[in-house]
């Protein structure tokens, strides 16, 4: 793995900073202080199926119906349960094109970045989009109908707008692993 010595001093910063891991709730306990054992084998049940009853998560996790419909109050009250989806197939929606996109912002500076923000969260077809370190400042990923699509979200919205200097375009051919959920300790 190549390293810059900025990313190193950035990896060496945040281990400092957070010596027992990043997963600090608003409360600035570590996650393992906030959560017990039922409360990691309700979250990891839920991300396998969102649709469970609490007496479906009650048989499969051993604790009483009430007790699970508490917890899960209490998980989606302090934000650990964002929300439920449904899991689409991108294919039967014809969206059969998946790109991972690299963005070079044309000046680096905050309202550049909001703009670039603003812009980002306005298309649907961005499914994800990440701030990075390194050579390019963004990766997005994004689902488009085919390559027509693609080349109208390059050419006519991404790279005229203000704040883009560069774009690069890696078509995905074949998904090797799916999002399938969160690695929790304890479930």
């Known amino acids: 793995m190549d390293l810059s010595l900025c990313n190193v001093l950035a990896l060496w910063w945040l281990m400092a900073k957070y010596p027992h ?49 508490r917890r899960r109050t209490r998980l989606e009250a302090e934000g650990f349960i964002r929300g439920y989806q449904a899991n689409l197939d991108p294919d039967r929606l014809g969206l059969n094109l998946l790109v991972v996109i690299s963005v070079t912002l044309a000046t680096h500076n905050r309202d550049n970045a909001r703009r670039f923000q603003q812009l980002v969260n ?15 400042d963004y990766h997005l990923k994004v689902a488009t109908r085919g390559l027509s699509g693609l080349s109208r979200f390059v050419n006519d919205v991404l ?18 692993k799916h999002f399938e959920g969160y690695p929790l300790s304890g479930s």
Do not use: W
């Open 159 to 176: 790279l005229p707008h203000e704040s883009v200097q560069h774009v690069k375009t890696s078509i995905v051919l074949n998904t090797l």
């Open 122 to 136: 306005a298309l649907p077809e961005v499914l994800e989009a990440y701030a990075l370190t390194g050579e390019m």
């Open 21 to 69: 891991g990043m997963c600090i709730g608003r409360d600035n306990r570590t996650m393992s202080e906030q959560l017990d054992g039922f409360d990691l084998k309700i979250l990891a049940e839920l991300q396998r199926d969102g649709r469970l009853t609490n007496i479906e998560l009650s048989e499969r996790i051993s604790l009483s119906a009430s007790q699970c419909s």
